[in-house]
């Protein structure tokens, strides 16, 4: 559900890597509550390898946001290059007011205009950190019920019981009484 949230306000400012980053972790926790649920570790195995890369990217976005090593939230980068939008809570976060003033000298683009901010009670890039945290912390959580689950089904495969296994006592063996005792059981 924090991913279908997260996919939502991508969608809405146009940041094409997070969308199609979302869209692939989507698909990933969707690979492993089936394999949950269906008893397939390499599922589980798939999901928990993503979600070390996931911790990544969120790590990334994190840096990104807060400007660090040189990264610039200012930058194109999450929407490679194809469009100036940023991220949707820049204009619409909590207590934020937008002023639109119409670009004026320039024929033709009436329906354009300049955007200005201001008020935010939150900043933006703080908003999409904690956004960040909160999918790291999820992943986090996720790694360790993932490992948990492969560790029981593997389990539950070594201690399968074959007919006739390797067991000393199997649950499954030959009468070892004579004949003439079973038949004696009967006539009482």
Same mark, same amino acid.
């Given at each position: ?66 400007? !660090? ?12 290059? #194809? ?22 000298? #320039? ?9 200005? !901010? ?19 912390? #999820? ?9 948990? !689950? ?23 063996? !030959? ?14």
């Amino acid at each position: 559900l924090a991913a279908l949230e997260r996919q939502v306000f991508d969608f809405l400012g146009y940041q094409w890597a997070p969308i199609l980053a979302n869209f692939l972790h989507i698909i990933i926790v969707i690979l492993g509550l089936f394999g949950t649920i269906q008893y397939r570790p390499r599922y589980i195995v798939v999901y928990a390898i993503w979600t070390a890369v996931w911790v990544t990217w969120n790590i990334f976005i994190i840096c990104f946001y807060l400007e !660090v090593g040189g990264l610039s939230k200012d930058s194109e980068l999450l929407t490679f290059n #194809i469009s100036r939008h940023q991220s949707w809570w820049s204009e619409n976060g909590p207590g934020c007011v937008r002023k639109e003033a119409s670009m004026s000298g #320039i024929k033709g683009l009436e329906s354009h205009s300049y955007i200005s !901010v201001i008020g935010c009670a939150l900043e933006y890039r703080y908003i999409e950190v904690m956004h960040s945290s909160f999918q790291i912390l #999820i992943a986090l959580v996720g790694f360790v019920y993932a490992c948990y !689950v492969v560790s029981v089904f593997t389990e539950e495969e070594d201690s399968f019981d074959f007919i006739g296994g390797f067991d000393p006592f199997p649950l499954y063996h !030959v009468n070892e009484k004579p004949t003439n005792l079973l038949f004696k059981q009967t006539y009482l």
